[in-house]
């Protein structure tokens, strides 16, 4: 059974396309390859294609660490500061030196890879309130917020990563009881979140339509 | 299922609960703070807007104001003096050749009489004597100007030196000085007038004082005296302050205060002590 964010998804994909003539000149043109790379991960998972000894979790594990790499590439062009962005990108490069070593010899590669993945969380979490942060202080902009791309795409992140936190707190210590209430629970987040953000996604992929940001141009 | 599981799975939803809560305070919080925002610019922008319509009609006031003192002398000056000299040399054929001369030589002392009051008048176009000397120079020639006319002794000071203010703040503290002279003439009935402008770093004063019939400022304002409201908002509209100081039969002193160095850091050329 298909969960069904993944509709929302592919939503976005389609939104993608239509206002593709409008993005492929600005940094959101690395969606294409990333909504298409995360619609075949998504259905391959349903699938079964990553299953390996009843588990997907190594491929999770890549493809979260691929997925907060895009982000935090997305967030450090994002935020204008020199020092933001001096801290922004020591904390991307702690992280992934933390998920490599917690991917190969902490939690191990056929495990969810849970410690690392909070801290993608918090580091995400944080740069989204630092953009935010600086577009309180940038208030002359005459386009209103609703209207900002790029405050569609980090309102998504924000929910994103706040919502899954608590989920992936406890996936150590649930997950592998076979607890069908906590399975529940998991495809309620898990949906629940993701199209909170691929809903804001297709929103700042819409806001190309009259509005031009020059930010990221 | 174990109490312990269901306790963490209670606690997960109550976490997501709060961190979603956390999440759409962050959003509503920037939503709520760019609003606040925008409404602070449109009312900066909407104070800027009128203090610019407030100072283009100082000056048309002020053109108004030339126009009319132009149109008078024109009137009541040079043209009688005009049609004099008509009428004087009209009647100048039949005259025997001695008289003739001392008609002739008589409409040409009034005729340079009136090129030196055409040339007067010119002077006396006072915005643009306003922007080219300034406004104690500009106040001089006004009351010079008064002084041919009315039949009231005055007198005129300057203390200090002589520091410009900017060119808005000259333009309304010398429109307040043609409308307290305005009013001077027209209701005061005084026999003496004392214009004094202090100038200093800190502190710059026009002081107008007449021994005329006085009255009540509080009265005068109640019975609907538009012209004193038009000249403190003005003032305030410089960040000056004016008070006016007068009683029945006790004459009249208005004082109009301004600091040129506050006014200079913080006017900026457009508006005043305001938000930037």
């Given amino acids: ?217 | 299922m174990l109490q312990e599981d269901k306790d963490v799975i209670i606690f997960i939803i109550a976490g997501t609960a709060i961190l979603l809560l956390l999440g759409i305070f962050i959003i509503s919080f920037l939503f709520f703070y760019q609003k606040k925002q925008n409404s602070y610019i449109k009312e900066k922008n909407q104070l800027k807007n009128n203090f610019r319509q407030e100072l283009l009609k100082t000056q048309l006031e002020v053109h108004e104001h030339t126009l009319n003192h132009v149109s008078h002398e024109i009137h009541d000056n040079i043209g009688q003096v005009l049609a004099f000299i008509k009428l004087n040399l009209g009647s100048i054929k039949d005259l025997p050749q001695a008289e003739k001369q001392v008609r002739i030589d008589e409409s040409r002392d009034l005729v340079s009489h009136v090129i030196t009051d055409l040339r007067d008048l010119s002077k006396s176009l006072s915005y643009e004597t306003l922007v080219t000397k300034g406004l104690a120079e500009t106040i001089r020639m006004e009351i010079n100007r008064i002084n041919r006319a009315a039949n009231f002794s005055l007198e005129f000071n300057i203390t200090g030196q002589v520091l410009p203010l900017s060119q808005q703040r000259e333009l309304v503290v010398f429109r307040i000085f043609q409308e307290c002279m305005q009013n001077i003439i027209k209701h005061s009935e005084a026999n003496q007038l004392k214009i004094t402008l202090q100038y200093s770093t800190e502190l710059f004063n026009l002081i107008i004082e007449d021994d005329g019939i006085g009255f009540c400022p509080d009265d005068a304002i109640e019975q609907g005296g538009a012209g004193l409201e038009n000249m403190k908002s003005r003032a305030k509209l410089i960040d000056a302050t004016i008070s006016i100081t007068s009683s029945s039969g006790k004459g009249c002193t208005i004082k109009v205060s301004l600091n040129p160095s506050q006014m200079q850091v913080s006017f900026d050329g457009l508006y005043p002590s305001g938000p930037d």
């Fill in chain 1, 1 to 217: 059974m298909y969960d069904y964010f993944f509709l929302f998804q592919l939503a976005a994909l389609l939104v993608y396309s239509i206002q593709f003539n409008k993005l492929k000149s600005t940094l959101y043109k690395w969606f294409l390859p990333y909504l298409i790379v995360m619609a075949v991960y998504e259905f391959g998972t349903f699938n079964g294609w990553f299953t390996v000894s009843g588990s997907n979790h190594w491929s999770f594990n890549i493809i979260s660490t691929l997925e907060f790499l895009f982000y935090g590439y997305f967030l450090f062009r994002l935020l204008r500061k020199n020092k933001a962005k001096r801290i922004f990108t020591l904390a991307l490069c702690f992280t992934l030196f933390v998920t490599t070593l917690n991917i190969f010899f902490i939690q191990g590669f056929w495990k969810l890879h849970t410690y690392s993945y909070l801290l993608q969380s918090v580091v995400i979490i944080a740069a989204t309130c630092m953009f935010f942060y600086q577009l309180m202080q940038n208030v002359q902009s005459k386009i209103p917020l609703f209207r900002n791309p790029d405050f569609w795409l980090c309102t998504g992140l924000l929910f994103y990563y706040l919502g899954s936190f608590m989920f992936f707190a406890s996936f150590s210590h649930m997950a592998y009881k076979g607890n069908p209430n906590y399975t529940m629970l998991y495809q309620v987040i898990y949906n629940f979140y993701n199209i909170i953000l691929y809903v804001c996604l297709i929103n700042s992929f819409l806001c190309f339509r009259k509005t031009k940001m020059l930010s990221y141009l």
